[in-house]
Antibody, heavy 116, light 108 residues
Framework: EVQLVESGGGLIQPGESLRLSCAAS????????MTWVRQAPGEGLEWVSI???????FYADSVKGRFTISRDNSKNTVYLQMNRLRVEDTAVYYC??????????WGQGTLVTVSS | SYVLTQPPSVSVAPGKTANISCGGN??????VHWYQQKPGQAPVLVIY???DRPSGIPERFSGSNSGNTATLTISRVEAGDEADYSC???????????FGGGTKLTVL
């Protein structure tokens, strides 16, 4: 059974950094496309970043240069390193597994609140 | 950047058919995917590649895509179908995903 468990969210001040984790089970992360999607309170879904099985990475313009997606094959885990956080980065962050086109399986999300 | 437009809300009586639209420039040339999201829960993929259904999704859910509009159709709507529905495409030019703003389906 595929399972994705996000962690690492919390309350943080603007300008600080946070690393989110997405622990996967039931499949091998390095053989899949892994994506982060976020949802601000009361808003719609917003794509953040994707990590291809081959290692290529892509980012939304709103986070490019501040966020970094990566994986640890030994831990079967995907990460999202978030630097220089802004108030507008406040959201529930979801990890998803799927293809380069869409997310087939999703975690339950972790809440990041950026506030002074 | 590519933009997807959805109506904010759609209402339907139980047992009737709900049609949720997703507009985009020449969206018929792209593959459209649909997600269902209930309050406090993660998104669930209900349609991928315009018309395909993941295992476990009822046949009542179907999709179509042509011209400038993609449509998610839910037949014989049930109270449990009440949720937010979002369309999504992969923009081949930027390698980015694009989501529509989401449509809240209300079952009367």
């Amino acid at each position: 059974e595929v399972q994705l468990v996000e962690s690492g969210g919390g309350l943080i001040q603007p300008g600080e950094s946070l690393r989110l984790s997405c622990a996967a089970s039931g499949f091998i992360v390095r053989n899949n496309y892994m994506t982060w999607v976020r949802q601000a309170p009361g808003e719609g879904l917003e794509w953040v970043s994707i990590l291809y099985a081959g290692g290529s990475t892509f980012y939304a313009d709103s986070v490019k240069g501040r966020f970094t997606i990566s994986r640890d094959n030994s831990k079967n885990t995907v990460y999202l390193q978030m630097n220089r956080l802004r108030v507008e980065d406040t959201a529930v962050y979801y990890c998803a597994r799927g293809s380069k086109d869409y997310g087939e399986d999703w975690g339950q999300g972790t809440l990041v609140t950026v506030s002074s | 950047s590519y933009v997807l437009t959805q109506p904010p809300s759609v209402s339907v009586a139980p047992g009737k058919t709900a049609n949720i639209s997703c507009g985009g420039n020449h969206i018929g040339t792209k593959s459209v995917h649909w997600y269902q999201q209930k309050p406090g829960q993660a998104p669930v993929l209900v349609i991928y590649y315009d018309t395909d259904r993941p295992s476990g999704i009822p046949e009542r859910f179907s999709g179509s895509n042509s011209g400038n509009t993609a449509t998610l159709t839910i037949s014989r709507v049930e109270a449990g179908d009440e949720a937010d529905y979002s369309c999504q495409v992969w923009d081949t030019i930027t390698d980015h995903w694009v989501f529509g703003g989401g449509t809240k389906l209300t079952v009367l």
